[in-house]
């Protein structure tokens, strides 16, 4: 399985130790490459959520975390799937967690983001942060407290992922400012355009808590969540922009680096990022701007208008450039990737590619989706922010 990568062989059964029920995997729904992967299958007659671990020397720590922030969650009254088994497959050290399988669910991200009404976010919103008030009353703590650890199942709220749920002390609540730190992670993720719930949702929050100091508190929250967003900006904006993720897929090689959104990568978006060269210059593209160092076209692909920014080398002197810090296209996919993502008018980032020798970067191209709702002005311009 660490061999396979994400081209895993579905399906395949596994024999658990402990149990003469069959465990089979049907359907691959979330993979981190040689270290752990959830399926859904079937054990015995129940249909029921795997989580597999293939890392020897970690496989009893994610156990362990695994069960102790299950646990933890139900003492704490919160919903969360019921742990069916814990252990490993027989005769070999993959680790092995089965959960009930509900279906269908909707991920709290997704149910966000199709909402318009202020007043339906609001309630959605007031909700899950009851259930965060109701974890840090039981002195737990979400470590990686996000939108998609979170599923609504009959319209009930239920968390995932419990092995980032750090117990404290039976019977003890978190402290003010531990909760005030863990809160802020959840409210450093809204956009712009939906901080102006953030009062009403904390002064909701505090009142279930018992605390009485609310300003103070609250202009505690707001530093705390300044610097949660200026956190999540350089773990994820500066670093996981630029390798292989869940979202994203990395090719790199002595002649190219090529980074792609995993959704928009198909077999003619693959013949561009082969040879945009041949494409730009072709009679299907359209030429909008030029300059010294770059060059903006547009192109038609798949039903798509697309935008593709070129950019030259200055000089030979600039090649070394990137031995030491990102190009003009790595700068400009990182603030577009951020722009679209804190809802600020900005078309959709798809690809970036480098052509390389070694360290030294020569022409490079940005991809990004043009955008008919935005105005004029930007539809074939780089997103807010970036350097040009």
């Known amino acids: 399985m660490r061999r396979e990568g994400r081209q895993l062989k579905l399906p395949f059964s596994l024999t658990l130790a402990g149990s003469d029920d069959v465990l089979c995997c049907e359907q691959l729904l979330k993979i981190v490459p040689k270290r752990r992967c959830v399926l859904s299958g079937s054990w015995g007659n129940k249909g029921v959520l795997v989580k597999l671990f293939y890392r020897p020397l970690h496989v009893r720590r994610h156990l362990r975390r695994e069960i102790t922030g299950s646990r933890a969650l139900s003492r704490a009254g919160v919903s969360t799937p019921e742990l069916l088994y814990a252990g490993k497959a027989q005769n070999t050290p993959l680790g ?38 109701k974890m840090h009353l039981a002195g737990l703590k979400q470590r990686d407290l996000h939108l998609n650890n979170f599923f609504i199942y ?43 719930l953030v009062g009403d949702l904390y002064t909701e929050y505090a009142r279930t808590r ?4 609310v300003d103070r508190t609250y ?19 500066r670093n996981k922009l630029f390798r292989e993720t869940e979202k994203l897929i990395c090719r790199r090689s002595f002649t190219h680096v090529m980074l792609c959104v995993r959704s928009d990568y198909s077999p003619v978006m693959a013949r561009l990022l082969d040879s945009p060269d ?111």
């Open 96 to 133: 092995v967690l089965l959960f009930e399988y509900l279906h269908p669910i909707s991920l709290i991200r997704d149910v966000w983001d199709k909402m318009e009404d202020p007043k339906e976010k609001h309630v959605l919103f007031r909700r899950l942060t009851g259930i965060i008030a």
């Open 154 to 196: 009959k319209n009930k709220i239920y968390a995932i992922d419990a092995a980032q749920v750090k117990p404290n002390k039976p019977g003890y609540p978190l402290r003010k400012n531990d909760s005030l730190v863990n809160l802020a992670l959840l409210f450093a993720q809204l956009t712009v355009r939906d901080c102006s």
């Open 210 to 213: 018992g605390w009485r100091d």
């Open 219 to 237: 202009k505690d929250l707001q530093v705390h969540i300044e610097r949660q967003r200026k956190w999540r900006l350089k773990k994820f904006y």
């Open 278 to 388: 041949r494409l730009l210059d072709g009679p299907h593209s359209r030429l909008q701007k030029k300059d010294n160092t770059s060059e903006k076209y547009s192109l038609r692909i798949e039903k798509r208008e697309l935008v593709v920014r070129r950019y030259h080398n200055k000089g030979l002197l600039r090649g070394f450039r990137p031995c030491f810090w990102k190009t003009r296209a790595a700068r400009s996919w990182q603030e577009a990737h951020r722009a679209f993502a804190f809802d600020h008018a900005a078309p959709r980032p798809i690809a970036l590619l480098e052509k390389r020798f070694g360290p030294f970067c020569g022409t490079s191209f940005l991809i990004y989706e043009c955008d008919s709702k935005l105005p004029p002005e930007l539809i074939l311009s780089p997103p807010t922010g970036i350097s040009v």
